[in-house]
C-alpha cells in the first residue's frame, strides 16, 4: 500500500490552461513538501507546508495543505512550458530521518 | 551554501561487474545522507540512509550497500551488478527540512 497517493499520473495541457495535482494519505503528517524534477535532473524542492489549511504561493503555484493535515494539492496558474516536469510530494516519517515520496504526477505542458 | 557532488552522470556496466557511485557534500557539517533510486521516471524509492560516518541503514534488502568513510562522503557500491540494478539513482543530504538532491547517475546494466 502506497502511503501517499497522487493523482493524476500524468496529465498533458496547453500552455495557459491552469490545473491541479493532488496528494491523498489516510495518514496525518506534521508537514509536507513539494518537489519538481526534470528529466535526467534531481528533484528541487518547492515548498514545505506545516500547518492544516496552509496556502503558500510561489509565482504562479499555490500550494495547499489540507485542515486535517492528510492531503495538499498543487494549483498552477497559466501553465508555462518550463512548468513540465514530474511533481513529487513527500512526508517525513515521524521519528525518523527518512522521506517518504508519493507516486508522483507528470506534467507536459505543450507550447 | 551548500552543495552536493554526484558522479559519474551516466554509468553503462556489465552483468556481474562492481559498482562504485560517489557522492559528496560541502558547505555542511554532519549532514544526514541518503542513496533513493528511481525506476521510470517516477516515485523514489529510499535504498540506504546515514545519520554519521560509519552508520548505515538500509531500507530494502538488496544487491547494494553502502559506505559512509568521512562525514560528508556517501558511497553506493555494489560486487557484482544484475540488470534488476538498472535505474536513477540520486544522492541527497537534508538537515532536517527537506531534502537536497545530487543530479544523479543513470546506471544501465547490460
Known amino acids: 500500500t502506497q502511503l501517499l497517493e497522487q493523482s493524476p499520473q500524468f496529465l498533458s495541457i496547453q500552455e495557459g490552461e491552469n490545473l491541479t495535482v493532488y496528494c491523498n494519505s489516510s495518514s496525518v503528517f506534521s508537514s509536507l513538501q513539494w518537489y519538481r524534477q526534470e528529466p535526467g535532473e534531481g528533484p528541487v524542492l518547492l515548498v514545505t507546508v506545516v500547518t492544516g489549511g496552509e496556502v503558500k504561493k510561489l509565482k504562479r503555484l499555490t500550494f495547499q495543505f489540507g485542515d486535517a493535515r492528510k492531503d495538499s494539492s498543487l494549483h498552477i496558474t497559466a501553465a508555462q512550458p518550463g512548468d513540465t516536469g514530474l511533481y513529487l510530494c513527500?512526508?517525513?516519517?515521524?521519528?525518523?530521518?527518512?522521506?517518504?515520496f508519493g507516486t508522483g504526477t507528470r506534467l507536459k505542458v505543450l507550447a | 551554501s551548500q552543495t552536493i557532488h554526484q558522479w559519474p552522470a551516466t554509468l553503462v556496466q556489465p552483468v556481474g561487474s562492481p559498482l562504485s557511485l560517489e557522492c559528496t557534500v560541502e558547505?555542511?557539517?554532519?549532514?544526514?545522507l541518503y542513496w533513493y533510486r528511481q525506476a521510470a521516471g517516477r516515485g523514489l524509492q529510499l535504498l540506504f540512509y546515514s545519520v554519521g560516518i560509519g552508520q548505515i541503514s538500509s531500507e530494502v534488502p538488496q544487491n547494494l550497500s553502502a559506505s559512509r568513510p568521512q562525514d560528508r562522503q556517501f558511497i553506493l557500491s555494489s560486487k557484482k551488478l544484475l540488470l534488476s540494478d538498472s535505474g536513477f539513482y540520486l544522492c541527497a543530504w537534508s538537515a532536517g527540512d527537506g531534502y537536497t538532491f545530487g543530479s544523479g547517475t543513470r546506471l544501465t546494466v547490460v
Open positions: 513527500a512526508v517525513g516519517r515521524s521519528g525518523t530521518y527518512k522521506y517518504i
Open positions: 558547505g555542511t557539517s554532519n549532514p544526514n
